[in-house]
């Protein structure tokens, strides 16, 4: 039996860990040799976490698991003919996960826009950037992100991670002594930027934008980007010498190509199974998945890991004619540490309740803390705490 994971993230991972825990067979297939761990990427343009430190070696986790990796690049997914192919072969499957995360919206001159959210590399070019800068010792750094006009339900959004650069930035400026010779601008165009982290969360960020010093524009569609500047829908512009910018999320290319049920935005239609409309041995999970009927979830790193687990429970318990099944609907919630440098905000949202809670100082070091044990909890070097 041939059991294919595309994608080594978040999802995919996980997926392939799951697997092998019901003693199954797995073939994982990505383009990158390493997961990245996305949320505490964040540290790396502000010098407080290397690149290599923020990877998990696909080779070293198949090698604890038991599975199997192939580093190659997915380019044609036929599910009707069971078959995928890639930059090096055509393979068949009898069971598929698909764990390939998601794209971004194109916009007018995005590239010379830096974003975080983007291909990993990318964070150390952000680095760079903000380096020569403060060479230079002064200057306007843009921080921003957009959402997708087609997504209704706004999952397409990622904002934490821009507040998170942002507020590190200014954190890092003062600490060079140089907060007061830059401009920090934090820009978005829909009118109540950081809403999905739900009400108390937004009402709380003038407070943080005022404490990190940060000036806001919200509100106006962006027409494009320049090398200089941000051009506006009413053509006013915002001076930038440095622009990150997060895109709103959009489906890859490969799966909008692909015979598999979409919904509007590119994303592929399942069940809350996970299993994919129509299909009885495909399933789809992570950011590449169409979240439906939660119009206030987000795509988070933890809802691809939920999915994963619930994916392979299914698969598992269908497979060896058990009944039971599991729905990623009701472990579905938004759950952050928004880090700012020098603290943190634990964010958690449900479908009837939201919290914020303030966590100064010992925030920031909860953060880092997860991320040493997401690390080492996958490498099988501590116990896992379930959920997480
Ligand atoms: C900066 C940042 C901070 C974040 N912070 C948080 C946080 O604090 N908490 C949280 O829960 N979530 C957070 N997220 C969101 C989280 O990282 C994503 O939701 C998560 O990565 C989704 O997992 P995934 O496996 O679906 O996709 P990804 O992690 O993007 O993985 C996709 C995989 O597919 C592979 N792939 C893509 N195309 C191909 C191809 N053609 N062929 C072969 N392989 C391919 C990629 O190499 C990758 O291995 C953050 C995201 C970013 C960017």
């Known amino acids: 039996m041939q059991i294919l994971v595309l994608g080594g993230g978040f999802a995919g991972v996980e997926a392939a860990i799951k697997l092998r825990k019901y003693k199954h067979e797995v073939t994982l297939i990505s383009d990158r ?21 923020t990877q998990l070696k696909l080779s070293e986790l198949a090698k604890i698991h038991g599975f ?12 009707q003919k069971n078959t995928v192919y890639s930059e090096q072969k055509t393979y068949t499957f009898d069971y598929l996960f698909i764990a390939l995360g ?9 590239n010379y826009t830096h974003s975080i959210c983007g291909k990993p590399e990318e964070s150390v070019v952000i680095k760079e950037q903000i380096e020569n800068l403060i060479t230079k010792g002064k200057g306007n750094i843009t921080v921003g992100f957009g959402g997708n006009p087609k997504d209704t339900t706004a999952t397409t959004v990622r904002g934490g991670p821009a507040f998170e650069l942002l507020f590190n930035i200014s954190v890092l400026l003062k600490e060079k002594g140089l907060r007061d010779q830059f401009k920090l601008t934090f820009f978005a165009p829909m009118a109540e930027p950081g809403k999905r982290m739900g009400d108390k969360a937004y009402s709380k960020m003038d407070s943080f934008f005022k404490h990190y010093h940060v000036e806001t524009h919200f509100g106006k569609k962006i027409k494009e980007f320049t090398d200089k500047d941000i051009i506006f829908e009413d053509d006013s512009k915002l001076d930038s010498d440095l622009t990150l910018f997060i895109a709103g999320g959009d489906g890859l290319q490969l799966i909008k190509d692909s015979d598999l049920p979409l919904n509007d935005t590119g994303f592929i239609q399942i069940n ?21 009927d939660h119009p206030w979830a987000a795509k988070q790193g933890h809802v691809a890991e939920v999915m994963a687990d619930v994916a392979t429970f ?10 039971k099944r599991m729905s990623y609907w009701e472990r579905l919630h938004i759950i952050c540490v928004m880090d700012s440098g ?12 939201e919290i914020m809670i303030p966590l100064p100082i010992v925030g920031h070091w909860m953060k880092k803390g997860w991320g040493w044990y997401y690390k080492n909890s996958k490498k099988k070097r501590m116990f896992r705490i379930p959920g997480m």
Do not use: Q
Request: net charge neutral; with cysteine.
């Open 314 to 323: 299914n698969f598992h318990n269908s497979l060896t004619g058990k009944e």
């Open 272 to 292: 809350e199974m996970c299993r994919v409309e129509g299909h009885t041995h495909i399933y789809a999970i992570g950011d590449a998945a169409a979240i439906i």
């Open 68 to 79: 199997k990796v192939i580093i190659d690049t997915i380019t044609k997914i036929e599910s």
């Open 102 to 110: 998601m794209g971004k919206v194109k916009m007018n001159g995005l």
């Open 33 to 53: 040799d390493y997961m990245f761990i996305y949320p505490v990427s964040i540290w790396i343009p502000v010098g407080k976490r290397s690149f290599e430190d």
């Open 342 to 353: 020098d603290g943190a905000a634990f964010i958690m949202r449900t479908a009837t309740k």
